[in-house]
């Protein structure tokens, strides 16, 4: 506790060389009861897990690969709102550690230099009317070479060290963004979403730019207004009305 921070906010934090994916374990010692804040970390994944099923890469001693359990008293369609608050902590640690500027791409992507250097990945133990838990995952490119890549994902992916030409200290980044993640989380169980979404929308490349948002069933254009309470996307097409898009591909268009 003391290395990672000292701040109260980190309960206990498992640490492993190598798993198949840190969600799973996560998901076991929710079920077991482990308390707010017990973070399960890897040095390497074998079977990494994306968003919609994806692979994620998660090569050895190169990343930041862990899940945080949290158990805030709160209802579940009020869930997402801590993917948007794990986006804005990530999102400053990397800045303040890093000294990478990176930024929000809708809904949990972070970006740098335009490629994406962060995945959120955020799942569920719930009762119909409360959370059990939300285990947020998130998987930081640290330390990767460009050709540390697999080729399918050297034009899209970034690390911090490629951005900031340095090599980054992993063990102070995963301090930063636990330590942030900890006042994000107080910040909004006592103020509530507003400050939340304020620094989301602070943090996001994706407000006021044109988008086009590929969805399961319909790719529409048009320019991001902002984000809801959910956490949903409200896009203002080009004949002026307002859609909210719950899930989708966004690609940025100018
Ligand atoms: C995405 O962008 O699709 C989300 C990627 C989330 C990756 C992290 S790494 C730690 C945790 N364990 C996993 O298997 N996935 C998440």
Not at 47 to 57: F, H, N, Q, V, Y
Request: net charge neutral.
């Amino acid at each position: 506790r003391k290395e990672l921070g000292g701040d109260e906010f980190v309960g206990r934090i498992l640490h492993f060389d190598s798993v198949e994916s840190t969600m799973p374990i996560a998901h076991r010692e929710a079920q077991e009861g482990a308390a707010d804040g017990t973070v399960i970390i890897a040095e390497e994944q074998t079977s990494g897990k994306g968003r919609l099923a994806r692979p994620w890469t998660s090569a050895a001693g190169k990343g930041i690969w862990m899940s945080v359990i949290l158990t805030p008293d709160i209802p579940p369609h009020k869930a997402p709102q801590f993917t948007l608050i794990a986006a804005v902590s990530v999102c400053r640690a990397i800045r303040e550690t890093a000294g990478v500027e990176a930024r929000i791409k809708w809904p949990n992507d972070l970006l740098a230099g335009g490629r994406k250097v962060t995945g959120i990945l955020t799942e569920l133990q719930a009762d119909p009317d409360r959370v059990k838990a939300i285990i947020i995952g998130i998987g930081i490119n640290v330390n990767q070479d460009p050709g540390d890549f697999p080729e399918s994902l050297q034009p899209i992916a970034t690390s911090l060290k490629i951005q900031s030409g340095q090599k980054v200290d992993r063990a102070k980044l995963a301090a930063g963004v636990l330590r942030r993640l900890g006042e994000c989380s107080r910040l909004y169980l006592e103020k509530g979403f507003p400050p939340i979404k304020k620094m989301w929308e602070e943090d996001a490349i994706t407000i006021g730019r044109r988008v086009k948002a590929v969805t399961v069933r319909e790719t529409l254009t048009g320019t991001a207004v902002g984000i809801t309470e959910e956490g949903v996307l409200e896009l203002r097409l080009d004949d002026g009305t307002i859609r909210g898009i719950y899930s989708a591909d966004i690609e940025l268009q100018d």
